[in-house]
């Protein structure tokens, strides 16, 4: 029996799915079993059992942290406009202009095509660090295309870290993170900082390249 | 300080009385974990099970992604804030839980496409089911009911059979046919 049909079998029989090698068919088959099946009425209401066991389990997770709330109240209180300033100091001339719900577009207009790492090993999902002293950041690629961020929290401009496991940026600073393609994630500032900014990336000569400003910034 | 917050959202009239300055958080915000967890346990389990196709996988994935999600959130964030996380976290558990079985990604998880699917209140409205009626409106008459009887109406294999009037392995047969076709149909269907 093909992998599709095994898994077809297995979820009419509301079995888990098993491990198998599968083709691009195989996959189409099973992505169309899945839609028909997420079609049939009050098939997917959770059971009301497995939904109180994990509450319970959750509720004693969290029973087992400290809660401190003063530290977030603290934050809190942080200044917007100082972070707007800071934000302005440093990448100023490089960011277009644009409501701080959008991401802007670092264009230096001193740049130079810099190397960040093979095309080639740029895989699909992948995602590198680069540091170029005037500009740092990440680029990845999803869906086959390739983006490059900012790698500078927009709060207050700490060096964001990357957590491959949980496909994020983290700042060490004030516990905000960013997807790798540069939105918000969560932070606990008193209003949601933009996100970043994003650099101009090309595929060239076999390598991905990143546009980056000639001097410091 | 959960408590308080609690109090102050079950009692309206107190908490109008309250000034203003002193609210610390969005009024569209949970009052601690259990909100986050109570408000949104059904509509993770709703897409993963669209997802995956399967209660046990459903259960298990929906789990990873409250289990996950609890140390790093605060729990005072706000609803747009937690169902951002939480669908984040949920398309990463998703990929990972592909790549684990099949080594594909059979279905994904897009922030911009699926978020109407966690903040829907009722619940979602079914878009699977409309596409699957495209679908299957495409389909010669046999072909789409032996994918009803299957997939829809929870028939096992012996009744669509007798229902069709055909032997057990010729509905093994049918169906496979027709969900092929189905498969071509829809893909048709997106470009």
Known sequence: MSPARKFVEDMLARRRVRRAETTEDDAADIRTAILLNSARPGGDRPDEEFVAKLGARLAAEADGKPKGNNRRRFVQTTSVAAAAAVLGATVDHLVQPSPATEEATIVPDQGQWRAVVSSAELVEGAVRPFDFGTVTGFVQRAGGDVHAVSGICTHLGCRLALDMAALRLNCPCHRTAFTVDGAVLFHQLPSTPPPLPRLQVRENAGNIEVLVPQRPV | ?191
Not at chain 2, 30 to 57: C, F, H, Q, S, T
Not at chain 2, 149 to 162: D, H, P, Q, T, Y
Request: some cysteine; proline content about 5%.
């Open chain 2, 1 to 191: 300080m959960a408590q308080r917050f609690r109090a102050r959202r079950d009692a309206p009239a107190d908490a109008e009385q309250d000034p203003p300055r002193l609210r610390v958080v969005d009024v569209d915000a949970y009052p601690d974990w259990d909100a986050i967890y109570r408000d949104n346990v059904e509509r993770v389990y709703r897409l993963m099970y669209a997802k995956v196709g399967n209660r046990p996988d459903a259960e298990d994935l929906t789990t990873e992604v409250f289990m996950t999600a609890l140390r790093p959130m605060r729990a005072s964030a706000s609803v747009g804030e937690v169902r951002a996380y939480l669908l984040a976290t949920a398309r990463t558990v998703l990929a990972t839980f592909w790549r684990r079985t099949l080594g594909r990604e059979i279905t994904t998880l897009d922030e911009q496409r699926d978020v109407g699917l966690l903040t829907g209140d009722p619940p979602p409205e079914d878009t699977g089911a409309t596409e699957v009626d495209r679908i299957l409106a495409e389909l010669p008459d046999r072909h789409r009911r032996i994918l009803q009887l299957r997939f829809l109406e929870g028939c096992s294999i012996k009744e669509a059979a007798v229902t069709l009037g055909v032997s057990v392995s010729n509905a093994k047969v049918l169906q496979h046919r027709a969900l092929r076709q189905a498969t071509a149909v829809a893909e048709r269907m997106r470009t």
